[in-house]
């Protein structure tokens, strides 16, 4: 299983670098997980867009849906598109507005995640838990069927305590850390100290900070994380381009 970086700012794109958006590649199985601002740019260094099997949607808060629309266009409008089958597009149903969305006539196919208590995705099995953040938002647990290897992504969330069991003994944490220590239980994000503890708490192979700030000294970030995760974890920052190996 492996997992590019499409993108990993938090709230808006800066200095060319995007928001939230991966690539998570197995058994010859192309999973684009959210949209955000510059995934097709980055997803067109990477693959042929045309090659993806899925899209999967933590929430629909626009850093993370940016470039949906235009990854739709792309599907109907490049010559050869239309030879293909619908692009399914899982999100969460909670929200009908943008639910609808997903699906495009002759183009993409929208399906509600939560219709199941397990998702058979390709070569994944894959569960999900809701996160706290001002809309609904879920938290996805990837078991890759062939190794039982483990990848789980927050999407965006505060601190829960679940989020100590959803992670268990997973051999990568991709953590939204939009937030220096000092600013715990906030009502939308972690903060470094929070996913260094959770990373702690579930033992974690390798916790990955995502979603990160703009602003700030992201060395500090980091470090705040692996002090709270101990050394028992490997703490690495996500950026654009950088692949990891499940």
């Not at 499409?6 to 058994?27: D, N, R, V």
């Not at 929430?59 to 599907?75: K, P, S």
């Not at 994380?225 to 996500?238: D, M, Q, S």
Request: proline residues 3%; glycine residues 8%; aromatic residues 12%.
């Amino acid at each position: 299983m492996k997992l590019t970086v499409l993108g990993c700012l938090g709230a808006y794109p800066f200095k060319g670098k995007g928001t939230s958006s991966y690539l998570l590649q197995s058994e010859g199985f192309n999973l684009l997980i959210d949209a955000g601002s510059t995934t097709l740019t980055q997803l067109e260094k990477v693959i042929d867009p045309l090659e993806l099997d899925a899209v999967i949607l933590s929430h629909y808060h626009h850093d993370h849906i940016a470039d949906l629309g235009v990854l739709q266009y792309y599907w109907q409008l490049y010559p050869g598109a239309e030879n293909r089958n619908l692009l399914p597009i899982y999100g969460h149903g909670r929200d009908k507005f943008h639910f609808q969305e997903l699906s495009l006539p002759e183009v993409s196919q929208g399906y509600d995640y939560l219709q199941v208590e397990q998702l058979n995705l390709g070569p994944f099995s894959v569960t999900f838990m809701e996160t706290i953040h001002p809309v609904v938002c879920y938290a996805m647990r990837f078991v890759e069927n062939s190794t039982g290897k483990v990848f789980v992504f927050t999407g965006d969330s505060g601190y829960l305590e679940s989020f100590v069991d959803f992670a268990k003994n997973s051999d990568l944490f991709l953590a939204d850390t939009y937030l220096f220590e000092g600013n715990e239980r906030h009502q939308a994000h972690f903060t470094a100290k929070e996913s260094g503890e959770i990373a702690r708490l579930a033992n974690v192979k390798k916790l990955v900070l995502t979603h990160l700030p703009q602003h700030g000294d992201l060395h500090k970030l980091k470090g705040q994380a692996a002090r709270a995760a101990g050394k028992e974890t490997i703490v690495e920052l996500a950026a654009v381009g950088k692949v990891f190996e499940i």
